[in-house]
């Protein structure tokens, strides 16, 4: 069982920036795609960007460019780099890992974190 543990939300004003970092508990073949999924109010659980074992990156087209998912050379680390923040970006953000990048990126991780509120006030 891989436990992941988010930290870095909070509140940050419209054009600001925040870094959330998520690790996980264990080393595992389930870590081979790291990703972040949001939910904002009344709204889906939306893909945000995910990294694979070897360094892959893949992002929501409406997100590209603003936001960088990254993680550490041990690999048990992701990171969400967020800049040019907008309201709209308020939302509870979800780290989420897999075995495959597709399961990821449907939604069926097969591990999820608790999720961390970012509050983005205009």
């Known amino acids: 069982q891989v436990q992941l543990v988010e930290s870095g939300g909070g509140l940050v004003q419209a054009g600001g920036s925040l870094r959330l970092s998520c690790t996980a508990s264990?080393?595992?073949?389930?870590?081979?795609?790291m990703g972040w999924f949001r939910q904002g109010p009344g709204k889906e659980r939306d893909f945000v960007g995910a990294?694979?074992?070897?360094?892959?990156?893949y992002y929501s087209d409406s997100l590209k460019g603003r936001f960088t998912v990254s993680r550490d050379n041990a690999k048990t680390t992701v990171y969400l780099q967020m800049s040019s923040l907008k309201p709209e970006d308020t939302a509870v953000y979800y780290c989420?890992?897999?075995?495959?990048?597709?399961?990821?990126?449907?939604?069926?991780?097969?591990?999820w974190g608790q999720g961390t509120q970012v509050t983005v006030s205009s």
């Open positions: 989420a890992t897999s075995f495959t990048f597709s399961s990821l990126r449907e939604g069926a991780a097969d591990y």
């Open positions: 264990q080393n595992s073949a389930t870590l081979y795609a």
């Open positions: 990294i694979t074992w070897e360094g892959n990156t």
